[in-house]
């Protein structure tokens, strides 16, 4: 139980262009779902928190219009790269809380690697 | 200031020894806290935590973990080290909001 999943897992595009990521949660309805961001050897740096029918949270520095958060679903939220630069290129991870559960249970999806030329 | 912080970014062991690796924290209030392994272009996974009780935390693969309030540690320990035990370990903590804290991580060798 508690599956996160992320789609896609790699994705490659051109500077200029959008590039949506998904996240679900596959066993459990997630109140709160997460976004982190993951530079190479570094740890984790959280972006934004998202509640199920709300506007993201995000923390500071991150750039909102830069990177939309949707938490349409208990089961689904998204991270959407807008005009994404090589410098967006990382790798993202999502977690997500289940809804029976206090607020330091999270569960983590594999994450998506995105290389931006 | 809330953070938490790993000494060491790498840690190299033999097969068969003991791992240690170390976490400190800086909390004002009563954490959570936990230990996660994250194997290369993967995402978290989470070797044990503690939240309340016995200070004394079993987790998976043979992991265990001591939160020490009055040295404000959480180091994880196995008494032998495996091959498969090679990934990046990060600690982590919690106050019980939305928020949780990452260490920077350290990477575990294991030498054969």
């Known amino acids: 139980g508690a599956v996160v999943s992320q789609h896609p897992s790699r994705v490659i595009c051109k500077s200029g262009t959008s590039v949506k990521i998904e996240c679900r949660s596959l066993d459990f309805q997630a109140t709160t779902m997460f976004w982190y961001r993951q530079f190479p050897k570094k740890s984790l740096m959280l972006m934004a928190t998202s509640n199920e029918g709300s506007k993201a949270t995000y923390e500071q520095g991150v750039e909102k219009d830069k990177f939309l958060i949707n938490h349409a679903s208990l089961t689904l939220s998204t991270l959407t790269v807008t005009s994404a630069h090589p410098e967006d290129s990382s790798f993202y991870i999502c977690s997500a809380k289940p809804r029976d559960r206090g607020q330091e249970t999270q569960y983590f999806g594999p994450g998506t690697r995105l290389l931006v030329l | 200031a809330q953070s938490v912080t790993q000494l060491g970014s790498h840690v190299s062991v033999s097969e068969g020894a003991l791992v240690l690796l170390r976490c400190n924290y800086s909390?004002?209030?009563?954490?959570?806290l936990f230990w996660y392994v994250q194997y290369p272009n993967q995402g978290l996974q989470l070797l044990l935590k503690y939240t309340t009780g016995a200070t004394l935390v079993k987790g998976i693969n043979g992991f265990e973990a001591e939160f020490k309030k009055s040295e404000t540690s959480f180091h994880l320990t196995k008494p032998s080290a495996h091959m498969s035990d090679a990934a990046e370990y990060f600690c982590?903590?919690?106050?019980?909001?939305?928020?949780?804290?990452f260490g920077a991580g350290t990477r575990l060798f294991v030498k054969a």
């Open positions: 982590a903590f919690n106050t019980g909001g939305f928020k949780t804290i």
């Open positions: 909390s004002s209030v009563p954490p959570y």
